[in-house]
Each structure stands twice: as structure tokens, then as C-alpha cells.
């Protein structure tokens, strides 16, 4: 299976200069938040691609005006074609508004979770917005890590996790790192391919 992840950024090479050839054997568009709805509808429209997404912290206007034709996974895990995938978006609180979280409220987010990873067996992809703290993220306090979410991946070993929320432009960007649990830790900003392992789709519907 392949998956076009994007956060963060509107590409242009997606959008501008959109080629239609790019997308032939792309199976699911993930999107880790901060994105316009337009361009989400864009690529939803013009692709034979479902688009999943999840909410970055400057997500407000979806409250309103979610992105047509896309569905929310925020908050929930889901299956695609046998593929598990876990939503959790926002990023730490650090001002008053929706999808922030303090560490508490995200690990609050995942215990409810809970039940139901445990009879699915886990998941195959996180999905966030906000990376693990001390994988990817900064010292700056809108920009740190949960936590929660390198407790989450130590203890269901999922295939990867994939993120925005840090950009290519603070100087600190490096598009993927490896969890001591195996997963792959992605940053979406922009876009990126990740290929899935058939092993990892194994005797799943």
C-alpha cells in the first residue's frame, strides 16, 4: 500500500503543478493538519484518493467548514483496506483555542482509546499532528512533543507514525527518525511517500 502524508504546508508541486500521472498507484492520502480545507478538497477531488486527516492546532476554521469530501479520523482508529490507523490530532495547549492539549487532556485522550486498541490488537499508523516529545519536536513550548504518545508507541509497536507541526523552515527538520519500539516517526511537512509492507497488511481486511 502506498500513502501520500502532508502537513503543514500547501506543496505546490501538489497543488500548482498538480499531474495527475503522480497519484496512479497512491492508495490513501493522510493529512497530520494545518492545511487549508481547499486544498484538502483539491486532492480529494481530483485524485481517485480518500483523504483522511486530523486537526492541527490552526484547524479552527474545520469547527465551521470542514474539508468536503474528506473524512475526520480525529480521535478515533480506523481501518482502510486492513491498515489500522489511529487519530490524534492538536498539539500542546499553549494559548486558548480547540485542538490543543495539555498532557494531561492528550493522555486523557488515549485512555478512552484504549478498550478499543486492546480488541483490535493495536494499530498499524498514529496519525498525529504534534510529534513525540524528544523525536522531532522543539524546546520552544507551542512546539514540544507529548509524552503520552511515546508511551503509546512503546507499548502497541505500531509500523510508523506520522506528524507535522514542525517545520522544514525552523531549522530542526529531519523527515524521519526511529522509536526505540521500531516504529518509523515521519514529518509530513510538505508531502511525503511512505510505502506499507505487505507483511504489515498480513491476513487483514
Not at 51 to 80: A, E, M
Request: aromatic share 12%; glycine share 10%.
Amino acid at each position: 500500500m502506498k500513502i501520500l502524508a502532508i502537513a503543514d504546508e500547501e506543496d505546490k508541486f501538489l497543488w500548482d503543478y498538480f499531474d495527475r500521472e503522480y497519484f496512479k498507484d497512491i492508495d490513501l492520502i493522510l493529512s497530520a493538519g494545518d492545511l487549508k480545507q481547499s486544498y484538502l478538497e483539491f486532492l480529494v477531488t481530483m485524485t481517485s484518493c480518500p483523504v483522511l486527516y486530523i486537526h492541527g492546532n490552526h484547524d479552527s476554521r474545520y469547527q465551521t467548514n470542514p474539508p468536503g469530501g474528506c473524512t475526520c479520523i480525529d480521535g478515533k482508529l480506523c481501518n482502510f483496506n486492513g491498515l489500522r490507523i489511529l487519530g490524534l490530532g492538536g498539539s500542546v495547549r499553549y494559548k486558548p483555542g480547540p485542538f490543543m492539549y495539555s498532557e494531561g487532556g492528550m493522555t486523557f485522550r488515549i485512555l478512552k482509546l484504549l478498550p478499543g486498541l486492546i480488541v483490535r490488537g493495536g494499530f498499524d499508523i498514529l496519525l498525529t499532528h504534534a510529534p513525540v516529545r524528544n523525536y522531532g519536536d522543539l524546546d520552544d513550548f507551542p512546539h514540544r512533543g507529548f509524552t503520552c504518545f511515546d508511551r503509546l508507541l512503546t507499548r502497541f509497536k505500531p509500523y510508523a507514525m506520522i506528524h507535522g507541526h514542525v517545520h522544514k523552515a525552523y531549522g530542526h527538520f529531519k523527515r524521519e527518525r526511529e522509536h526505540p519500539s521500531g516504529a518509523r516517526i515521519i514529518n509530513a511537512c510538505g508531502h511525503v511517500l511512505i510505502d506499507i509492507p505487505d507483511e504489515v497488511l498480513a491476513g487483514r481486511k
